[in-house]
Protein backbone atom coordinates (compact mmCIF):
# COMPACT_ATOMS: atom_id res chain seq x y z
CA UNK A 1 0.00 0.00 0.00
CA UNK A 2 1.24 3.70 -0.87
CA UNK A 3 2.03 5.69 1.84
CA UNK A 4 -0.27 8.71 0.53
CA UNK A 5 -3.06 9.02 -2.00
CA UNK A 6 -2.42 10.51 -5.03
CA UNK A 7 -5.28 12.63 -6.69
CA UNK A 8 -6.51 15.00 -9.04
CA UNK A 9 -10.23 15.92 -10.57
CA UNK A 10 -11.58 14.01 -14.14
CA UNK A 11 -10.85 17.23 -15.81
CA UNK A 12 -7.42 16.18 -16.18
CA UNK A 13 -8.39 14.61 -19.47
CA UNK A 14 -6.76 11.02 -19.16
CA UNK A 15 -8.68 7.84 -19.50
CA UNK A 16 -9.78 5.80 -16.47
CA UNK A 17 -7.38 2.85 -17.78
CA UNK A 18 -3.98 5.07 -17.66
CA UNK A 19 -5.30 6.59 -14.07
CA UNK A 20 -5.61 3.29 -13.03
CA UNK A 21 -2.48 2.09 -14.17
CA UNK A 22 -0.70 4.94 -12.40
CA UNK A 23 -2.17 4.78 -9.32
CA UNK A 24 -3.67 8.06 -9.46
CA UNK A 25 -7.71 8.65 -8.08
CA UNK A 26 -9.67 11.35 -9.49
CA UNK A 27 -13.13 13.29 -8.09
CA UNK A 28 -15.76 13.56 -10.83
CA UNK A 29 -16.56 17.33 -12.12
CA UNK A 30 -20.91 17.34 -13.10
CA UNK A 31 -21.71 18.43 -16.35
CA UNK A 32 -25.62 19.01 -17.65
CA UNK A 33 -26.69 18.33 -21.60
CA UNK A 34 -30.20 20.06 -22.26
CA UNK A 35 -30.86 19.89 -18.46
CA UNK A 36 -30.17 16.49 -17.47
CA UNK A 37 -27.05 15.51 -15.25
CA UNK A 38 -24.10 13.25 -15.73
CA UNK A 39 -20.89 12.78 -13.98
CA UNK A 40 -17.38 14.10 -15.74
CA UNK A 41 -16.46 10.19 -15.67
CA UNK A 42 -13.91 10.18 -18.62
CA UNK A 43 -16.70 8.66 -21.08
CA UNK A 44 -18.06 6.01 -18.65
CA UNK A 45 -21.28 7.97 -18.35
CA UNK A 46 -22.00 9.33 -22.52
CA UNK A 47 -18.87 8.35 -25.18
CA UNK A 48 -17.45 12.05 -26.28
CA UNK A 49 -18.24 10.97 -29.76
CA UNK A 50 -21.99 11.32 -28.36
CA UNK A 51 -21.44 14.07 -26.51
CA UNK A 52 -19.89 16.38 -29.15
CA UNK A 53 -22.03 14.64 -31.85
CA UNK A 54 -25.31 16.39 -28.98
CA UNK A 55 -23.34 19.81 -29.02
CA UNK A 56 -23.62 20.04 -33.13
CA UNK A 57 -27.12 19.18 -32.65
CA UNK A 58 -27.73 22.31 -30.28
CA UNK A 59 -27.35 20.37 -27.17
CA UNK A 60 -27.73 22.92 -24.56
CA UNK A 61 -24.55 22.26 -21.74
CA UNK A 62 -23.67 23.80 -18.72
CA UNK A 63 -20.84 22.39 -16.40
CA UNK A 64 -20.75 22.15 -12.15
CA UNK A 65 -17.67 21.80 -10.26
CA UNK A 66 -17.25 19.55 -7.31
CA UNK A 67 -18.87 20.95 -4.13
CA UNK A 68 -17.53 21.31 -0.92
CA UNK A 69 -19.65 18.21 0.64
CA UNK A 70 -18.11 16.10 -2.30
CA UNK A 71 -14.67 16.62 -1.87
CA UNK A 72 -15.47 15.94 2.25
CA UNK A 73 -16.95 13.17 1.65
CA UNK A 74 -13.86 11.98 -1.09
CA UNK A 75 -11.55 12.54 0.88
CA UNK A 76 -12.77 11.11 3.94
CA UNK A 77 -12.45 7.48 2.14
CA UNK A 78 -8.98 7.80 2.01
CA UNK A 79 -8.08 9.77 5.82
CA UNK A 80 -10.55 6.22 7.61
CA UNK A 81 -8.00 4.15 5.83
CA UNK A 82 -5.15 5.96 7.78
CA UNK A 83 -4.18 7.44 4.46
CA UNK A 84 -2.45 11.22 3.94
CA UNK A 85 -3.78 13.00 0.64
CA UNK A 86 -1.85 15.03 -2.03
CA UNK A 87 -4.84 16.27 -4.07
CA UNK A 88 -4.16 18.45 -7.13
CA UNK A 89 -7.24 20.63 -8.63
CA UNK A 90 -8.46 22.37 -11.82
CA UNK A 91 -6.91 25.49 -12.60
CA UNK A 92 -8.22 28.44 -10.10
CA UNK A 93 -8.04 30.48 -13.41
CA UNK A 94 -11.08 28.49 -14.81
CA UNK A 95 -12.79 27.07 -12.18
CA UNK A 96 -13.67 27.54 -8.19
CA UNK A 97 -12.59 23.94 -7.65
CA UNK A 98 -9.68 24.88 -5.67
CA UNK A 99 -11.58 26.63 -3.23
CA UNK A 100 -14.09 24.08 -1.93
CA UNK A 101 -11.50 21.56 -1.79
CA UNK A 102 -9.59 23.71 0.50
CA UNK A 103 -12.85 24.50 2.36
CA UNK A 104 -13.28 20.72 2.76
CA UNK A 105 -9.49 20.12 4.14
CA UNK A 106 -9.75 22.83 6.58
CA UNK A 107 -12.82 21.02 7.83
CA UNK A 108 -11.29 17.35 7.64
CA UNK A 109 -8.03 18.58 9.54
CA UNK A 110 -10.27 19.19 12.59
CA UNK A 111 -11.36 15.99 12.72
CA UNK A 112 -7.94 13.65 11.28
CA UNK A 113 -5.25 15.71 13.16
CA UNK A 114 -2.68 13.16 12.63
CA UNK A 115 -3.15 13.14 8.91
CA UNK A 116 -1.61 15.61 5.85
CA UNK A 117 -4.00 16.95 3.52
CA UNK A 118 -2.28 19.05 0.53
CA UNK A 119 -4.22 21.17 -1.70
CA UNK A 120 -2.17 22.24 -5.31
CA UNK A 121 -4.03 24.34 -7.12
CA UNK A 122 -2.51 22.95 -10.69
CA UNK A 123 -3.08 25.84 -12.92
CA UNK A 124 -3.17 24.07 -15.24
CA UNK A 125 -6.11 21.70 -17.39
CA UNK A 126 -7.27 19.35 -19.53
CA UNK A 127 -3.99 16.63 -20.52
CA UNK A 128 -1.65 19.25 -19.26
CA UNK A 129 -3.19 18.68 -15.85
CA UNK A 130 -2.78 14.94 -16.46
CA UNK A 131 1.07 15.53 -17.63
CA UNK A 132 1.60 16.90 -14.32
CA UNK A 133 -0.23 14.16 -12.12
CA UNK A 134 1.64 11.94 -14.34
CA UNK A 135 5.02 13.42 -13.50
CA UNK A 136 3.91 13.32 -10.21
CA UNK A 137 2.97 9.78 -9.89
CA UNK A 138 6.72 8.94 -11.30
CA UNK A 139 8.44 10.72 -8.49
CA UNK A 140 6.16 9.10 -6.24
CA UNK A 141 6.86 5.24 -7.64
CA UNK A 142 10.69 6.54 -6.99
CA UNK A 143 9.94 6.92 -3.42
CA UNK A 144 9.89 10.13 -3.05
CA UNK A 145 7.71 11.37 0.34
CA UNK A 146 4.45 13.32 0.16
CA UNK A 147 6.03 16.34 1.54
CA UNK A 148 8.77 16.17 -1.26
CA UNK A 149 6.32 15.50 -4.17
CA UNK A 150 3.68 18.33 -2.74
CA UNK A 151 7.29 20.89 -2.48
CA UNK A 152 8.18 19.73 -6.34
CA UNK A 153 4.35 20.24 -7.33
CA UNK A 154 4.23 23.77 -6.15
CA UNK A 155 7.92 24.59 -7.38
CA UNK A 156 7.14 23.31 -11.25
CA UNK A 157 3.58 23.44 -12.06
CA UNK A 158 4.23 26.42 -14.26
CA UNK A 159 6.69 24.37 -16.43
CA UNK A 160 3.72 22.52 -18.03
CA UNK A 161 2.91 24.43 -21.16
CA UNK A 162 -0.16 24.61 -22.72
CA UNK A 163 -1.45 25.56 -26.31
CA UNK A 164 -4.83 25.59 -27.99
CA UNK A 165 -6.44 26.23 -31.10
CA UNK A 166 -9.98 25.72 -32.70
CA UNK A 167 -11.45 25.47 -36.18
CA UNK A 168 -14.79 26.30 -35.09
CA UNK A 169 -15.46 29.35 -33.45
CA UNK A 170 -19.33 28.67 -32.32
CA UNK A 171 -19.18 27.62 -28.64
CA UNK A 172 -16.14 30.55 -28.58
CA UNK A 173 -19.14 32.55 -29.55
CA UNK A 174 -22.01 31.00 -27.67
CA UNK A 175 -19.74 31.63 -24.27
CA UNK A 176 -18.99 35.16 -24.99
CA UNK A 177 -15.36 34.35 -25.35
CA UNK A 178 -15.57 35.47 -28.98
CA UNK A 179 -18.32 38.76 -29.88
CA UNK A 180 -20.95 37.52 -32.42
CA UNK A 181 -19.62 40.21 -34.90
CA UNK A 182 -16.28 38.58 -34.45
CA UNK A 183 -16.81 35.16 -34.95
CA UNK A 184 -19.18 36.01 -37.83
CA UNK A 185 -15.76 37.50 -39.17
CA UNK A 186 -13.25 35.11 -38.42
CA UNK A 187 -15.75 32.51 -39.29
CA UNK A 188 -16.04 34.02 -42.88
CA UNK A 189 -12.02 34.84 -43.07
CA UNK A 190 -11.48 30.91 -41.65
CA UNK A 191 -10.03 32.37 -38.53
CA UNK A 192 -8.37 29.88 -36.22
CA UNK A 193 -7.47 31.16 -32.73
CA UNK A 194 -4.54 30.45 -30.94
CA UNK A 195 -4.89 30.96 -27.34
CA UNK A 196 -2.67 29.17 -24.34
CA UNK A 197 -2.69 29.09 -20.54
CA UNK A 198 -0.92 32.02 -19.03
CA UNK A 199 1.00 31.82 -15.47
CA UNK A 200 -2.36 32.35 -13.78
CA UNK A 201 -3.84 29.44 -15.01
CA UNK A 202 -6.19 31.65 -17.39
CA UNK A 203 -6.84 31.05 -21.05
CA UNK A 204 -5.36 33.82 -22.78
CA UNK A 205 -6.14 34.38 -26.93
CA UNK A 206 -2.76 34.93 -28.45
CA UNK A 207 -2.98 34.73 -32.30
CA UNK A 208 -5.37 34.96 -34.68
CA UNK A 209 -4.14 32.46 -37.49
CA UNK A 210 -5.84 31.96 -40.94
CA UNK A 211 -6.43 28.04 -42.17
CA UNK A 212 -6.42 25.23 -40.25
CA UNK A 213 -2.98 24.05 -41.88
CA UNK A 214 -1.16 27.14 -40.48
CA UNK A 215 -2.58 27.26 -37.09
CA UNK A 216 -1.22 23.27 -37.27
CA UNK A 217 1.70 24.81 -38.21
CA UNK A 218 2.14 27.73 -35.71
CA UNK A 219 1.31 25.77 -32.54
CA UNK A 220 3.73 23.54 -33.17
CA UNK A 221 5.66 26.24 -33.70
CA UNK A 222 5.08 27.39 -30.02
CA UNK A 223 6.67 24.33 -28.64
CA UNK A 224 10.21 24.79 -30.90
CA UNK A 225 10.27 27.69 -28.78
CA UNK A 226 8.77 27.02 -25.70
CA UNK A 227 10.05 23.48 -25.10
CA UNK A 228 12.78 22.28 -22.70
CA UNK A 229 15.87 21.72 -24.48
CA UNK A 230 14.26 23.10 -27.86
CA UNK A 231 14.60 20.72 -30.33
CA UNK A 232 16.05 18.12 -27.89
CA UNK A 233 13.05 18.06 -25.67
CA UNK A 234 13.12 14.12 -23.94
CA UNK A 235 9.70 14.76 -22.00
CA UNK A 236 6.59 13.29 -22.42
CA UNK A 237 3.88 15.58 -24.81
CA UNK A 238 0.22 14.84 -25.05
CA UNK A 239 -2.46 16.00 -26.91
CA UNK A 240 -6.04 16.71 -26.45
CA UNK A 241 -9.03 17.08 -29.00
CA UNK A 242 -12.58 17.88 -29.21
CA UNK A 243 -14.52 15.53 -32.06
CA UNK A 244 -11.09 16.58 -34.59
CA UNK A 245 -8.89 13.57 -33.91
CA UNK A 246 -7.50 13.98 -37.34
CA UNK A 247 -6.30 17.52 -36.60
CA UNK A 248 -4.67 16.26 -33.62
CA UNK A 249 -3.14 13.49 -35.27
CA UNK A 250 -1.51 16.11 -37.76
CA UNK A 251 0.17 17.93 -35.08
CA UNK A 252 1.30 14.70 -33.30
CA UNK A 253 3.00 14.10 -37.22
CA UNK A 254 4.26 17.40 -37.08
CA UNK A 255 5.49 17.15 -33.58
CA UNK A 256 7.33 12.94 -33.83
CA UNK A 257 8.98 14.97 -36.89
CA UNK A 258 10.79 17.49 -35.23
CA UNK A 259 11.52 16.34 -31.94
CA UNK A 260 13.21 12.74 -32.23
CA UNK A 261 14.03 12.81 -28.72
CA UNK A 262 10.93 12.45 -27.19
CA UNK A 263 10.02 10.33 -24.69
CA UNK A 264 7.58 7.84 -26.02
CA UNK A 265 5.32 9.02 -28.81
CA UNK A 266 2.52 11.63 -28.74
CA UNK A 267 0.05 10.65 -26.21
CA UNK A 268 -3.80 11.73 -27.82
CA UNK A 269 -6.73 11.90 -25.44
CA UNK A 270 -10.48 12.95 -25.73
CA UNK A 271 -11.02 16.44 -24.55
CA UNK A 272 -13.22 15.59 -21.42
CA UNK A 273 -16.75 16.69 -21.06
CA UNK A 274 -16.63 19.64 -18.50
CA UNK A 275 -13.43 21.41 -20.73
CA UNK A 276 -15.48 20.17 -23.94
CA UNK A 277 -18.69 21.91 -22.94
CA UNK A 278 -17.14 25.13 -23.11
CA UNK A 279 -14.58 24.72 -26.36
CA UNK A 280 -17.11 22.89 -28.48
CA UNK A 281 -16.24 20.63 -31.15
CA UNK A 282 -13.11 21.55 -33.15
CA UNK A 283 -10.31 22.38 -30.66
CA UNK A 284 -6.63 20.68 -30.50
CA UNK A 285 -4.70 21.02 -27.67
CA UNK A 286 -0.82 20.69 -27.39
CA UNK A 287 0.89 20.38 -23.75
CA UNK A 288 4.73 19.85 -23.00
CA UNK A 289 7.14 20.58 -19.98
CA UNK A 290 9.31 24.24 -20.92
CA UNK A 291 10.68 27.32 -18.89
CA UNK A 292 8.27 28.51 -16.71
CA UNK A 293 5.31 30.20 -17.89
CA UNK A 294 5.96 34.21 -18.15
Not at 168 to 189: C, E, P, Q, Y
Not at 220 to 238: L, P, Q, S, T
Amino acid sequence: MEEFILSCCSTADLTKEHFAKRNINYVCFHYFLDEKQYADDLGQSMSPADFYEAMANGAETRTSQVNVAEYEEYFEQFLQEGRDILHLTLSSGISGAHNSAMVAKNMLEEKYPDRKIYIVDSLAASSGYGLLMDRLADLRDMGKSIDEVYQWAEENKRKVHHWFFSTDLTFFIKGGRVTKTAGFVGTMLNICPLLHVDKEGKLIPKQKVRTKKKVIEAIVKKMEEFAENGMDYNGKCYISHSACREDADAVAKLIEERFPKLDGNVLVNDIGTTIGSHTGPGTVALFFWGEERA
